[in-house]
């Protein structure tokens, strides 16, 4: 969809914007009527992402692109996933449609193809795990909603280069609540679609003098949107601090225990037409509300070896298991500032899920093939006694026969288990070595490690219809193509332990050079060591009969290994400052340099020592970005608008086909955008609010893509969101709000060959304030059923025309919540 009157109509208004900032801050102003409580806590909203001091610097007055969310600001947004929060944040569009792990989020023009590379997860300002993504792993996974959050700060760009894991990207930091001098109690009860229930609670106070402590938590079991037949959620969490305040400091001790099992949706089948430009659903399947998982194949088989077998539950889906525990430490000591933040994460992040491969096809024309290549298979015909196939016998798994237009697909049921264990600490000094100019230096220190056992492959064949049934198919001439509804073997099955370690050294000036002008500068010198060790593979028939083809030439490991390591180093600057136009108003510009390092899984795939000693095939990729903007906050209206460039050089990417085969290339992206967060207040407890961005961001450096748009990512996407508050008297009220959203047209696939068409969503939902103490809302999502596609299919090359398999947006959702505050 392309708008071109909407990037000139924002230019217009920072114009306008500005020139009143301007006018403001020359003339004498008039007495103002005093600001909202809402408004002023926005005025003076303080944050504590990407600034050097631990104490933060007023949002307004940051020289960087930050958006914040409270509280309050959340729970409107709705958010499905902690990964579904992005939706909020310009410049990022986040696939959240796979439920509570296991999101793609896309960062304004960087190229990325799955997962979230330039995404970083943080709690307390401490990356929750440094590397933000794995295969089978992104870091908004390794963290849960929940009532004990204060806000979220999310960074894009800016100084985040040269602090904490130095990610170029976004930077998503969550600030716990604390006690304080005046408790505060909450207990939650929320249900909605899918049979949802959950409790949370929080209770936050003084324990001492100067001690302070909170803890909370959460119990949640539903359903799912999609119902697979069982249970798709079912976990709990609880999160504790303690604080103490010190005479010029503070340190604060955070815990958090988490055990929460999800579900995890991909494709369903769907209908594609006009060159992909038009879908509508696949007969007999419902795309907002249906899944293929069932019951019936919950706890599937794997045939790992000879002999060895193994059970699985879908109904583990991709979850967490784990603790966090870290502290911050902040201390002025004379004329030093001294902070140190660490972090201690352990956790299982499984992933036991369905995975969609070919697109839909009839009954027969899936014999036909099978047919096919059996007979075109030397061993098994030869096992056969020589006798061709010349049909075949399709019966479900739990009885009765499946006729030749019956519409099938075949699904991989994975398992891929993942330990992951890391620590991270960054110290920092600062100290004022003339009036108003203020120099920090530090380190960062992480160590990192990840275990895994995947089992990739064991296809099983099914009805395309809701709940899918297995289908068990046998050939005229014994050979067996399915059984038990498993049609295809594991296809890969390493086993591989991985270490990594990262160290940097960073310094930063900050000059007030008068009370309008503020600058910054920092510079980062960063070394990575990784190191894995690899299972080597073979392939071997697990029963040793070759006319059950479906087990034939699993992958397994041969009982060999092969270590892989590299070493990597690479510097990072950035360089910015702002202007201030009046007290709450300032322009700003900013310009920096960050990279990324190789990856474990960048080990794996490069298979020798050689290929990773290789920088052509393992580049360490650069990233440049270059921003302009500017804020202003006030009781009539709020602005943060800039606009970007970004230069990405030489990044590697991977994709698994159905068949295994893993597809591997490097290009670079350039771009361009302007992203936007308005708000106006015409009238009094009125609200009217646009967020969104405006981008083209392409390939370049690669001859097969260059030129391409980068994948996944809308060149236009907003959302509007309407609030009015109506007070009722006696400290009553009630708040209506609603987002109208707009995800423009996006390619799935770096060649642009998989077309996903532009949607439309309506949200809305009502708050009821009944004094202090007990609030009840009630909130749906999508509420006009929008079939919308946030992924094609990964598995697949080709464009999306017929039938395929996609991943679309859930359907509508309502929820409802009972608050009582103590």
Known sequence: MKNPFLPSAIAAAVLVLVHQAAAQAQTAEAPASEPSKEVSKEIQQVVVTGVASARGVRKVDSAFSITTANEEQLKQAAPSSTADIMKIVPGVYAESTGGQSGANIEVRGFPSGSDSPFVSVQMMGNPIFPP??????????????????????????????????????????????????????????????????????????????????????????????????????????????????LDQGKLTLYARSTDDKNAFYTGVPLISSNGGRTISAFPGFDPLTGTLMSGEMRNFTIEAAPGKTLTKDLGDGRGLKATVFGANFDQKVGDWSISNKFNRFDGDLNTIAMFTGNNPLSMSDYINAAIASANGNAAVVAAAGGQLATSATATLVKGGAVSGSQQVVQAGLWAVEKQLKSFTDELRVSKEIFKDNTVTVGGYFADYSSHDVWYLGNSHLMTAVPQASLINVTLNNGVVVSKNGTDGNVFYAPVASYDGRNTAVFASDEWKVNDKIKVDFGM?????????????????????????VYNNGTSMPNGSNTYLTRTDSA????????YKLARDTS??????????????????????????????????????????????????????????????????????????????SISGSKGNGVEFELAVRPIENLQLQLTGDYQKSEYRDNPATAG?????????????????????????????????????????????????????????????????KIEVRLAGTNLNNELGLTEGNSRLTTGNVGPINARPLFGRTWEASLLYRF
């Open 587 to 664: 322009v700003f510009v900013r310009a920096n340099r960050g990279h990324t390092f190789i990856s474990f899984d960048d080990l794996r795939g490069a298979g020798t020592q050689a290929n990773v000693n290789d920088s052509n095939l393992l580049p360490t990729p650069k990233v440049s970005q270059y921003e302009i903007g500017f804020k202003t906050a006030s009781q009539l209206y709020t602005a943060y608008i800039n606009a970007f460039h970004t230069e990405f050089d030489g990044i590697a990417f991977s994709q698994v086909l159905s068949n295994g085969q893993e597809l591997r």
């Open 524 to 548: 980062r010198h960063e070394q990575q060591k990784i190191s894995g060790t690899i299972s080597n593979l073979t392939s071997a028939d697990t029963d040793n009969n070759p006319l059950t």
């Open 132 to 245: 933000p993504t794995l295969s089978f792993f992104e870091g908004s996974s390794a963290f849960r909603l929940d009532d004990t959050i204060e806000r979220v700060e999310v960074l894009r760009g800016g100084p985040s280069t040269i602090w904490s894991n130095g990610q170029p990207g976004a930077t998503m930091n969550f600030i716990l609540k604390e006690g304080t001098d005046t408790p505060e109690g909450t207990v939650r009860f929320t249900t909605g679609t899918g049979s949802l229930r959950r409790v949370d609670m929080y209770y936050g106070g003084k324990i001492s003098d100067g001690w302070y402590g909170s803890v909370g938590g959460f119990y949640r079991k539903t359903d799912g949107v999609r119902d697979a037949g069982f249970p798709a959620d079912d976990g709990h969490q609880i999160t504790a601090t303690l604080t103490r305040n």
């Open 708 to 772: 391409k748009t980068v994948q996944r990512q809308p060149k236009l996407q907003f959302r509007f969101t309407p609030t009015y508050r109506i007070p009722f008297g006696d400290g009553n009220a009630a708040k209506l709000y609603a987002t109208y959203t707009s995800i423009g047209e996006r390619w799935a696939d770096q060649a642009n060959q998989q077309y996903l068409p532009s949607y439309r969503t309506i949200d809305a939902g009502v708050l009821f304030s009944f004094g202090d």
């Open 571 to 578: 510097n990072s600057f950035t360089i910015g400052g702002n």
